[in-house]
Structure formats: C-alpha cells, structure tokens
C-alpha cells in the first residue's frame, strides 16, 4: 500500500494514476477473432482446426487481445521495461479466460491442468533482459489459478530475435533448439498449458510442445498469450 502511495501505478496509454490501464483506454483493446491459430480460417474459441490438428500438436489457444495499440504497450512494458508487476496484472485477465473456458474449468476441477512457459537461452536471460517474462508470467497465472508451474524444457540453443522472420524463417531458427526435462512430474493424460506474453506464427510454442510430445505422447497441449499479432 505504501509503496503504491510513493510510486503510483499509471495507465500505459495516457499516464493516468492509479491502474496500469484506465478505464477508459480498456476500451481501446481490440478482441481477437476466433480463427485456428494456424491457419487463420474462422474456428470456434481458437480451437485448431481439422485440417490442422492432423500436422499439429497444440490443439487450442488462449488469447486476450489482439496486439495492437494499448495492449502492445502493456506487453512492451513488461517485456522490455522491466516492469515486472505488469506481468501480476496481465496474468489475473489470463487467469480469467482459463477459468471461463468450459475444457480448462473441467481439467482445473479435476487438477489436470498444469502450466509451464516457453524458456530462454540462458544468454539472453541473464545477459540481456535479465529475467524471461514468459516465466515469470507463467509463474504468476499459476499462482492464480493454484495450480502447479512446471519447468519441462531449457533452450540450449541461442537464436536470433524472431521479429523480422516469416514463418519458414521462424520454423527454421527453432528447429532443435530446446532440450526437454525429467518428465515423470508430470500425470499421464495431463493437459499442459503452455504460456508466452506473444505470439505471430505460434511457431516457438509449436516447436516447444513437438519437442515435449516426443517424449511423452500422452500429454495435451493448450497455449495461452496475453496477445495475437495478425502481422
């Protein structure tokens, strides 16, 4: 509470005290359409489609908005800012969204639901950022939801930025470079959710679940981002 007093939070868009985001600029968010996260054709609650599902391992997707404007600039501030209690806020709306998902209520009641996050290479970790926002909001979302956070994989690989990659570019700069963990953790016919603050092809978080299936086929995936680029 003090230190709320001393240094008040402010909305990321127009500097107003007191919320990260005002009530106001909430408005400014724009809600993502339901498509399948792979190939962009309309799918009920994000679900992979069919044609999809035969190629892919992840069958479903969680978001909260699309990335543009205000919600770009909340992400932003967490990712490169620092602003590590951003991430508490960003992953109680997330928290929101698995709680009213009627699949993810069902395996939470039942604790079947289980969350981990796409690592970093230690390089960039802790010799350019720091601390991996991914965990962190991982961790957070976990937190809300009283469930466990697992660390399934490391990256043992150092990759360039993604930013400016297209998909066969990305899928490429990926391929190999993450090292799954002691698995016997994790419950048989668990369902793994699995967390980034952002994504645009949903290629590292495929990668990461394809790498993970390999070693225990029985596991399901889900992913959860704060927000979609649609490029």
């Known amino acids: 509470m003090l230190l709320d007093l ?14 990260y985001l005002c009530p106001e600029c ?14 962009h054709q309309k799918s009920s609650d994000f ?20 990335y543009k404007w205000v919600a770009k600039k909340l992400i932003l501030k967490a990712k490169f800012a620092h602003k590590k209690d951003v991430i508490s806020f960003m992953a109680k709306r997330l928290a929101l969204l698995v709680q009213t998902n009627k699949q993810l209520k069902l395996k939470l009641e039942n ?17 350019e950022k720091w601390y991996n926002q991914s965990m962190l909001l991982a961790k957070s979302l976990a937190n809300e939801l009283w469930i466990p956070m ?7 690989s150092y990759t360039v930025s993604q930013l400016h990659l297209n998909r066969s570019e990305r899928q490429k700069n990926l391929k190999w470079v993450f090292r799954v963990w002691d698995l016997s953790q994790v419950l048989n016919w668990a369902t793994i959710l699995l967390v980034d603050d952002v994504t645009t092809t949903g290629s590292t978080l495929s990668e990461l679940a394809k790498t993970i ?8 995936f889900w992913w959860a981002v704060i927000a979609r680029n649609m490029w």
């Open 47 to 66: 679900q992979t489609c069919k044609s999809c599902a035969e190629n892919q391992v992840l069958q479903w997707i969680i978001i909260w908005f699309a």
């Open 150 to 156: 697992l660390e399934l994989a490391s990256k043992k």
């Open 26 to 39: 909430k408005k400014e968010l724009y809600s993502h359409p339901e498509i399948c996260p792979f190939c």
């Open 111 to 127: 604790f079947e639901l289980f969350v981990s996050y796409v690592p970093s290479h230690w390089r960039r970790r802790y010799y």
């Open 6 to 19: 001393l240094f008040p939070r402010t909305c990321v868009w127009c500097w107003k005290k007191w919320e």
């Open 213 to 220: 299936h390999e070693s225990r086929n029985d596991l399901n």
